[in-house]
């Protein structure tokens, strides 16, 4: 299994924060009882667990000039048309990918392009499921455009665990879709605003796969 290079100080830290514990507990208590035990394989089931969070599957990514590829592995929890007031100041079609502690937090771009906006916001951590999320929380947008000039607006927003969001691209950048876009730390929510006239392929509650799921196409 291959780690994100997002995970590795957070690997490290857990594994000195783990090996710390154990060996506080054991010169509390030396004497070995099932209090040790469980402590024991409780450390190590949360080591695990966080190892397995930064894990970054490698994938046969799939794809196309007008196709929209999913940028998240997770759940479709919104599908609706909304006004999205930070960039278009327009009608969008907004999907919202619900991405819980199991998933894998990769973020890829879903589309070709340039990168003509970039912004980070600083804000609440309520729960990356609710409504609210997609313009109180921490969150980072970036707007692609595709050479065709179709824009796509995605919003990297943290969630009640996360606290950190990352995002790779800069203004200006030319990047290729289903390449890494950034990284989510822990439970979070990745909204697409897209073009009013896209063709959607998706459902709401469907479970999604990054780089391998047609999110829709531009029409």
Not at 138 to 147: C, G, K, Q
Request: include cysteine; hydrophobic fraction near 40%.
């Amino acid at each position: 299994m291959r780690i994100h290079r997002e995970g590795y100080m957070t690997i490290a830290a857990t594994f000195l924060l783990v090996t710390t514990l154990v060996l506080i507990i054991n010169h509390i208590t030396p004497h070995q009882t099932f209090f040790h035990a469980f402590m024991y394989l409780a450390g190590l089931i949360f080591f695990l667990f966080i190892v397995r969070f930064f894990r970054s599957p490698k994938r046969t990514a799939i794809g196309g000039d007008h196709l929209i590829v999913c940028p998240a592995d997770g759940k479709i929890v919104v599908i609706e048309k909304t006004y999205e007031p930070e960039f278009f100041k327009d009608e969008r079609i907004q999907v919202s990918i619900f991405m819980s502690a199991s998933n894998v937090h990769i973020n890829w771009f879903p589309i070709s392009g340039k990168v003509t906006y970039t912004n980070y916001h600083p804000g609440k951590h309520m729960v990356a499921f609710n409504p609210k999320s997609s313009m109180e929380n921490e969150r980072a947008t970036t707007v692609i455009e595709s050479p065709d000039k179709k824009q796509i607006l995605v919003r990297q927003i943290a969630g009640a665990v996360a606290r950190r969001i990352v995002t790779y691209p800069k203004d200006g950048e030319m990047v290729s879709q289903n390449d890494e876009m950034g990284f989510i730390k822990f439970g979070s929510r990745v909204d697409l605003l897209l073009p009013p006239d896209t063709i959607l392929d998706i459902s709401l509650n469907q479970k999604v796969t990054g780089q391998r799921t047609i999110i829709g196409r531009f029409s």
